[in-house]
């Protein structure tokens, strides 16, 4: 065989060679594309825009995790519950309020909350009553509420253990008593449950995750790049495939 035919030869070995590994490649992201776009065609028959994501890896993805070690207490046949830096009465949000849940305990017909630096006080059905703060002489610190066999109000602090009066406007140590202290307890797993779906709002829609894996933005930044040189290829093969036909019928 004359060299120029044998050197023709291996040239189009590589040509076919090329075109073979880069359509395996490119195949991958065509089925995903096509099974993805036909999914998202049949968004209503399908419901993916009405169905959520429950997968925690997938959620977790997204952001959309709920976060761990809730802590909760239970008081006058009620649930007072933070995620994260969430409060919930039973299973209603209760908005604006930031800080750490210390405990809950009830004074006559209020739930009083301890929050990290403040006492919130609701109705035994949590409707809002007051927020009371340290400016208010709420005790600086406090690690732990609790009340006492005359049902007064107590709180531990940092540096002892101090009493109000039935308005709360007054505070002073007193001397250690008998004092059932708020003890945090094991949310319900229904109750958690609810709670974790409100945290995480509306949640996630199948047919978002279908659109993102469609355009790649499921793996971010990069994944719109790759899906972009994907095309890429595409019009490379084409033009492969075209000019390699050319040639063989020419």
């Known amino acids: 065989m004359p060299p120029h035919k044998s050197k023709q030869r291996i040239r189009w070995h590589s040509v076919f060679l090329w075109h073979r590994y880069m359509g395996l490649t490119a195949a991958a992201f065509v089925v995903i594309l096509a099974l993805t776009g036909l999914m998202l065609n049949h968004t209503e028959t399908l419901n993916l825009d ?57 004074l006559n ?64 140590e007193i001397a250690t008593s008998a004092i059932a202290w708020s003890k945090p307890a094991e949310i319900p797993t229904t109750l958690y449950q609810r709670l974790v779906t409100i945290y995480r709002g509306t949640g996630l829609s199948v047919e978002r995750v279908i659109l993102d894996i469609h355009s790649g933005r499921i793996l971010g930044p990069w994944g719109i790049y790759l899906m972009d040189a994907a095309a890429i290829s595409f019009i490379l093969l084409a033009a492969a495939g075209i000019w390699i036909w050319a040639k063989r019928n020419h």
């Open 50 to 106: 009405s169905r959520t994501v429950k997968s925690n890896i997938l959620l977790g993805w997204y952001g959309f995790a709920a976060p761990e070690n809730p802590i909760g207490f239970t008081v006058a046949d009620h649930w007072v519950s933070q995620l994260g830096q969430q409060l919930y009465f039973d299973d209603q949000e209760i908005p604006g309020i930031t800080g750490n849940l210390i405990g809950v305990v009830k």
């Open 109 to 172: 017909d209020t739930i009083v909350i301890a929050l990290q630096g403040q006492l919130l006080l609701t109705t035994l059905s949590g409707q809002h009553i007051e927020r009371i703060g340290n400016s208010d002489g709420v005790p600086a610190a406090m690690q732990a509420i609790g009340v006492d066999d005359s049902a007064r109000l107590l709180v531990r602090a940092a540096h002892g253990i101090y009493q109000t009066d039935s308005d709360l406007l007054e505070w002073q």
